[in-house]
């Protein structure tokens, strides 16, 4: 008997028959089918600009306001209170044996992407040793990516979280890149991976750098909008 | 910028030694290839580690994630407290003579720093019995916890005890609250907001002790243990007591205070058990077991109104039509869920309805005078002793109507209908010592 990582509760699993033969303890995590099915998966009607759910395809008002600094992104759930309820103890509590809940849909949304290169947004220094792990490469499995951008550790007066978008849209730029980044992304495809999709600012910053960088396109995916 | 007060008898989170003397200890203590959380008690999983290195703690996330960076510091309790006259009692009332005798038997066993089962049937304000015993213990300079598994019976209790302790700064305690912390003699919490004590009380009142989750959560437990200083003492309450204490009173392992009668005095209805061989499948026909049709025709024809107890909220249409077509007309179902509640209870209240039908034992302090109580597949698991003891305890509430019967029917005998029997015989014969009446 194993319980959900999520909600707690006893699963039935069905162990094969080399589990059983084998004797050996299953380290990996695992999730009940009602945790996995409360999120809101994103339909093919959104956004083109940021992925946004909606009724059509129309750029949303959001993104008109970005006026020429487009981006494209695909984002795979809304962010709901469902998500809001995953991100609250996965990213802001801290725990990190949540990230398994969405390591198989963002497996699935990265192999409907066409990139050369991955590149996760960083966390910086202070995060990676307060929190403990980056949240956004805690849902890769074995994907390969690169860590092209560094953040520079930024001082928050007051957490990104906290912020309404006209704050949020006024950051100056976090990131520098990597001293390899020029050999990693000249001439590729780039996708950049991020949790959540609230202005744009901090993936178009990040866009800004890759291009830098001697990218030949940027595109972006996020967990949530 | 943290205050002395903070660490007193507690156990704080920190990555760096605080400036003002406090004592440290790795969260997460390391035995052998496992590690066990300092705070919770609980082992850790292999996999419960972060992408860093560190380790964490998954089993008491929810007051601040504990990693391999921490080390919890605390302070030894000094009970440095202004000491007030009468402990800061300004309660009024009085206690009934029963009601007195039990209230001296828990000082007693307080002033002796005995652990110590105040067992009361519901209706026997035991709120109230504990007050002499925490007065004199405040007076004493003794810091209290006032702590249930239930954030409801906390939020509840507070106010009670701040107008019943004027005297006494108090500090109520629950998750996700936005009050700071305050150090005071008196603290009322939920049982998880202990994990964060360490030998800090000299009294701890655990109010509602067989409630979920504490009777099943060794970490709870132990909650309750930690944070009670070794030369203290606890006070539990309740109504049911869960088999664990019942042994431990049997075997005089804990010492116990009897409140076996109502404040009208009167014992406790005996459940009375009939066995209804297969009713479930009669069910399926629309049958109901004949003795049930006989005995609830004639509560009909005698004006006798009613409570029909069923096991699932599924079973409510199913046997309200079964009671249509058996010519039992007139009451409606109800379940915990039921968005018409309110109304169909204050309808029964009114007695504008002959009876209801009910999967739950409705809200507390919810009563009907003169009632009768039938339990239709008593036998079934989602009636726990406890429940059946409390439902039982729904008739002769009221002191004009201060008895009556309760029937269950069953497919075959249960422990659980058998042990809520026992319970019922075992009050009662404490009940009958004082005085009780039938
Ligand atoms: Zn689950
Ligand atoms: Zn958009
Ligand atoms: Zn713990």
């Not at chain 1, 990516?145 to 990104?160: G, I």
């Not at chain 2, 002796?112 to 519901?122: E, F, G, K, N, S």
């Not at chain 2, 699932?312 to 179902?333: F, K, M, R, Y």
Request: one cysteine or more.
């Amino acid at each position: 008997m194993r319980a959900c990582v999520w909600c707690g509760r006893q699963l039935q699993t069905t162990l094969t028959l080399a589990q059983i033969w084998q004797f050996t303890p299953i380290a990996q995590a695992t999730v009940c089918d009602t945790c996995r099915q409360r999120f809101t998966a994103i339909t093919s009607q959104h956004c083109p600009s940021c992925g946004r759910q909606q009724v059509d395809e129309t750029v949303c008002l959001d993104c008109q306001r970005w006026s020429g600094d487009r981006l494209t992104n695909h984002a795979v759930y809304v962010y709901d209170s469902a998500m809001k309820a995953y991100m609250q103890q996965y990213k802001f509590q801290g725990d990190y044996a949540l990230r398994v809940l969405m390591q198989a849909p963002l497996a699935a949304a990265l192999q409907r992407e066409t990139y050369d290169v991955l590149v996760p947004i960083p966390v910086d220094q202070l995060t990676w040793r307060t929190r403990g792990f980056n949240q956004v490469t805690g849902w890769l499995q074995n994907q390969p990516f690169q860590q092209a951008l560094l953040v520079r550790a930024t001082h928050k007066e007051r957490p990104q979280s906290a912020k309404d978008r006209a704050d949020r849209l006024r950051t100056p730029q976090p990131f520098t890149l990597a001293p390899n980044a020029g050999q990693l992304l000249r001439g590729q495809r780039v996708l950049l991976l991020d949790d959540v999709y609230t202005t744009g600012r901090t993936l178009r910053h990040a866009a800004d750098q890759i291009y830098l960088g001697g990218a030949k396109a940027v595109t972006s995916l996020t967990l949530a909008r | 910028m943290q205050n002395d007060e903070d660490f007193f008898g507690r156990q704080l989170p920190l990555r760096g030694a605080p400036t003002n003397g406090a004592v440290g200890q790795h969260a997460l203590r390391t035995v052998g290839e496992r590690r066990q959380c300092q705070r919770c008690g609980q082992w850790l999983a292999v996999t419960d580690r972060l992408a860093n290195g560190d380790w964490y703690c998954r089993q008491c996330l929810q007051l601040g994630r504990l990693t391999s960076q921490h080390e919890l510091y605390t302070i030894p309790e000094p009970n440095r407290f202004v000491r007030v006259k009468s402990g800061g009692l300004t309660w009024t009332g009085q206690l009934s003579a029963q009601q007195n005798v039990a209230a001296q038997a828990v000082l007693r066993h307080v002033k002796t720093r005995t652990d110590h089962l105040l067992w009361a049937v519901t209706g026997a304000g035991k709120t109230e019995i504990v007050y002499p015993a925490l007065a004199w213990a405040l007076a004493q300079g003794w810091r209290v916890a006032w702590t249930s598994p239930r954030v409801d019976v906390c939020l509840e209790l507070a106010p009670r005890l701040r107008q019943a302790f004027g005297g006494v700064a108090q500090a109520l305690l629950y998750g996700g609250q936005a009050d700071p912390y305050a150090y005071c003699p008196l603290t009322i919490c939920t049982t998880h907001q202990l994990l964060r004590f360490k030998a800090a009380f000299d009294l701890i009142v655990v109010d509602e002790v067989d409630a979920f989750p504490l009777a099943t959560s060794p970490m709870l437990q132990r909650a309750i243990t930690n944070a009670q200083k070794p030369q203290g003492c606890h006070l539990l309450l309740t109504a049911t007591p869960g088999n664990d204490l019942q042994q431990q009173v049997r075997r005089r392992q804990l010492a116990v205070t009897y409140v076996p009668l109502r404040y009208h005095g009167h014992l406790l209805p005996q459940i009375d058990l009939r066995l209804a061989w297969r009713w479930r499948e009669g069910l399926l026909r629309n049958r109901l077991p004949s003795a049930l049709i006989h005995q609830l025709r004639g509560y009909l024809a005698k004006h006798q109104r009613f409570l029909l107890f069923v096991p699932h909220v599924v079973d409510l249409p199913v046997i309200g039509q079964a009671l249509q077509l058996a010519g039992i007309q007139g009451g409606v179902t109800v379940h915990a869920a039921d968005p018409d509640r309110p109304a169909k209870v204050q309808a029964m209240r009114d007695e504008t309805i002959p009876f209801l039908i009910t999967t739950t034992i409705l809200e507390r302090g919810v009563t009907f005078p003169n009632i009768a109580v039938v339990i239709l597949g008593g036998d079934d698991p989602v009636f726990s002793t406890a429940v059946l003891v409390q439902i039982a305890g729904r008739v002769g509430r009221s002191a004009d109507f201060p008895s009556g019967q309760v029937t269950c029917y069953c497919h075959s005998h249960t422990k659980r209908v058998r042990l809520a029997r026992g319970m019922i015989a075992h009050l009662n014969l404490q009940g009958r010592r004082q005085g009780g009446r039938p």
